[in-house]
């Protein structure tokens, strides 16, 4: 599923080629890319304009100029694509709007993303409220929130996948977070020091900013941006996926190991803490 940076990517491509663009038309082509809607995409969103664009961890938004928003959910296989009109012949295309002389098209081949009409509250979408603030929101904090983190009977790997602790860090950021800082993936979190809490969460944001850069992880075609092009931070990563290569600080194999249900990627030398 697409993390924090791989949303990025894709947001500022659509703030750069569809804000101040208007819906002409919006074709769906498949009912699940906007089941939870009360409304018709094909007749609401036809005559407004993308005002801005927005996101909070892995969710991502349109703002329209009737004040609403238009939430993008991704999940594991959504793209969101612009082109010239008629371009795209996917198999996997479920919704097609026209946007004067570029189309923008939402290609998922897994049929679990979809496209949402939502009002915004306090200018983050209804949908997406009760997800916390993520590492590159202004106002974060990052001391609150390692100490709402030390609050919790957990793995500090399923703390920091928790969204409503802190949003955006998936498996890769976490386990590349916690590599960077020495710690290991199944440190009870409120065992931990507020020094080290605060540590992680700064090392997320490092290695989260460094993957945008590279325009995000992407180990398969699943993930594009907005052009259709992959990120190459995968080429970067020290611990995630890193099974049984030599880890880049030490050359103690790099060991996977199952921490909530999720695979977690660690160096047994250096991730002691």
């Known amino acids: 599923m697409p993390e924090l940076p791989e949303v990025e990517v894709v947001r500022r491509g659509l703030d750069r080629h569809i804000v101040g663009r208007t819906f002409d038309t919006v074709e769906v082509l498949h009912p699940r890319a906007v089941r939870g809607n009360a409304v018709d995409l094909t007749e609401v969103l036809p005559g407004l304009a993308v005002t801005g664009t927005g996101r909070r961890g892995k969710y991502m938004w349109l703002t329209l100029s009737d004040g609403a928003s238009l939430v993008v959910h991704l999940r594991m296989s959504g793209q969101m694509l612009v082109g010239t ?21 939402f290609v998922d081949q897994r049929t679990f993303g979809m496209w949402q009409y939502t009002p915004l509250i306090d200018g ?8 916390a603030p993520d590492p590159f929101e202004a106002d974060f ?6 100490r709402a983190m030390r609050r919790k009977n957990s793995p500090l790997k399923s703390v920091l996948l928790n969204q409503e602790v802190v949003s955006g860090i998936g498996s890769i950021y976490a386990d590349e977070a916690m590599w960077a800082v020495g710690l290991k993936p199944w440190r009870t979190a409120r065992t931990m020091r507020q020094r080290d809490a605060v540590a992680v969460l700064e090392a997320s944001r490092d290695v989260m900013e460094r993957s945008l850069e590279q325009g995000g992880t992407s180990f398969d075609s699943l993930y594009v941006n907005v ?9 970067s990563l020290n611990a995630y996926g890193q099974a049984g290569k030599p880890c880049a600080r030490c050359g103690t194999p790099i060991e996977r190991v199952v921490v909530g249900q999720r695979s977690s990627y660690f160096c047994p030398r250096c991730q002691v803490g």
Request: hydrophobic fraction near 35%.
């Open 85 to 105: 009109p008629g371009a795209l012949t996917s198999p996997h295309l479920r919704i097609r709007a026209l946007m004067g002389d570029v189309e923008l098209d």
């Open 124 to 131: 983050i979408p209804e949908p997406v409220t009760h997800i």
């Open 227 to 235: 052009n259709g092009s992959s990120g190459y931070f995968s080429r």
């Open 141 to 146: 904090d990052a001391h609150q929130t390692a």
